[in-house]
């Protein structure tokens, strides 16, 4: 699928250039650095390339960049160095924090970005009751976000972001904050969404497991300044069901994830 893009790259002089190309990949980061004001440097060198409706789990130690190569892709940074491609549009946001209106149901939540964008009332009803049975919240529509449990909340903040029908979602350690139980469960729903909706997914987390279960490739960062060190391929087809976790294959693929984390990747 070829798709366009909106390139926001550095070429020589100190000011991004911006301009409408057509790739065959939803996301690219093509030699990316970034450097912060303060002196820090983020990434360095950074190559990644996500195909149409592919999913990628990024895990690397704390500190080594995941957050800003999120906020790179997403636009709302700009890197220092090299080319970020990304999609002009339909890009989804999920980050730990779900970020609802507490004086807004459910409902009201979820329809609020097509609310922004001035979609006809009767189309944007239709498509945040579409979100929702898509997360498994039909019947609570009407609940305040204070009234939901933690996993509930999280759900209406996936419903919203599938509100932009995105080809690519961007998601920022989502499920950090939740209960084991809640977190597991939260892993199999996002993963049925994606076997029913097909998006390109970018998905941050420090949980290997997480990341296998999840993703068709998986990567590693190295620590500050982070780059990509390793990847690998995880070829269970979607949906996949919660006994995965227990496959001696899916334990050997987490056992070099996790080899690669700790440095002992060669
Ligand atoms: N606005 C900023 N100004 C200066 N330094 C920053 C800024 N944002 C991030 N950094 C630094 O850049 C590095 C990468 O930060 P980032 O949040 O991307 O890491 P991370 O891998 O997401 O971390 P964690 O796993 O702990 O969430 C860190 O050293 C951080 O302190």
Same mark, same amino acid.
């Given at each position: 699928?070829?798709? @366009?893009?909106?390139?926001?790259?550095?070429?020589? /002089?100190?000011?991004?250039?911006?301009?409408?190309?057509?790739?065959?990949?939803?996301?690219?980061?093509?030699?990316?650095?970034?450097?912060?004001?303060?002196?820090?440097?983020? %990434? @360095?060198?950074?190559?990644?390339?996500?195909?149409?409706?592919?999913?990628?789990?990024?895990?690397?130690?704390?500190?080594?960049?995941?957050?800003?190569?999120?906020? $790179? /892709?997403?636009? $709302?940074?700009?890197?220092?160095?090299?080319?970020?491609?990304?999609?002009?549009?339909?890009?989804?946001?999920?980050?730990?924090?779900?970020?609802?209106? *507490?004086?807004?149901?459910? %409902?009201?939540?979820?329809?609020?970005?097509?609310? %922004?964008?001035?979609?006809?009332?009767?189309?944007?009803?239709?498509?945040?009751?579409?979100?929702?049975?898509?997360?498994?919240?039909?019947?609570?529509?009407?609940?305040?976000?204070?009234?939901?449990?933690?996993?509930?909340?999280?759900?209406?903040?996936?419903?919203?972001? $599938?509100?932009?029908?995105?080809? %690519?979602?961007?998601?920022?350690?989502?499920?950090? /904050?939740?209960?084991?139980?809640?977190?597991?469960?939260?892993?199999?729903?996002?993963?049925?969404?994606?076997?029913?909706?097909?998006?390109?997914?970018?998905?941050?987390?420090?949980?290997? @497991?997480?990341?296998?279960? $999840?993703?068709?490739?998986?990567?590693?960062?190295?620590?500050? *300044?982070?780059?990509?060190?390793?990847?690998?391929?995880?070829?269970?087809?979607?949906?996949? *069901?919660?006994?995965?976790?227990?496959?001696?294959?899916? =334990?050997?693929?987490? =056992?070099?994830?996790?080899?690669?984390?700790?440095? =002992?990747?060669?």
């Amino acid at each position: 699928m070829l798709s @366009t893009f909106l390139t926001v790259a550095l070429k020589g /002089a100190d000011v991004p250039t911006i301009a409408e190309e057509t790739l065959d990949a939803t996301l690219r980061f093509e030699r990316v650095d970034k450097h912060f004001a303060n002196g820090t440097t983020a %990434l @360095t060198g950074l190559e990644l390339s996500i195909a149409p409706g592919e999913f990628v789990a990024v895990v690397g130690p704390s500190g080594c960049g995941k957050s800003t190569l999120l906020r $790179l /892709a997403s636009g $709302l940074d700009t890197a220092s160095g090299g080319t970020v491609h990304a999609p002009a549009d339909s890009v989804g946001y999920v980050f730990q924090d779900p970020t609802l209106l *507490p004086w807004r149901t459910v %409902l009201a939540n979820v329809e609020l970005p097509a609310e %922004l964008t001035g979609a006809p009332k009767a189309e944007r009803r239709e498509r945040a009751l579409d979100a929702l049975r898509l997360v498994g919240l039909e019947g609570f529509e009407k609940q305040l976000p204070g009234q939901l449990s933690g996993g509930m909340r999280m759900r209406v903040s996936l419903a919203r972001a $599938l509100m932009a029908r995105p080809s %690519l979602f961007l998601l920022d350690e989502p499920f950090g /904050a939740l209960d084991e139980l809640t977190r597991l469960r939260m892993q199999e729903e996002l993963q049925r969404i994606y076997a029913e909706t097909g998006f390109a997914a970018l998905f941050i987390t420090h949980s290997v @497991t997480e990341a296998v279960f $999840l993703a068709g490739r998986v990567v590693v960062m190295s620590a500050r *300044p982070g780059r990509i060190t390793a990847s690998f391929d995880v070829p269970f087809p979607h949906p996949r *069901p919660a006994e995965l976790r227990y496959d001696p294959e899916f =334990g050997r693929i987490a =056992g070099e994830v996790s080899a690669a984390l700790r440095g =002992g990747f060669q």
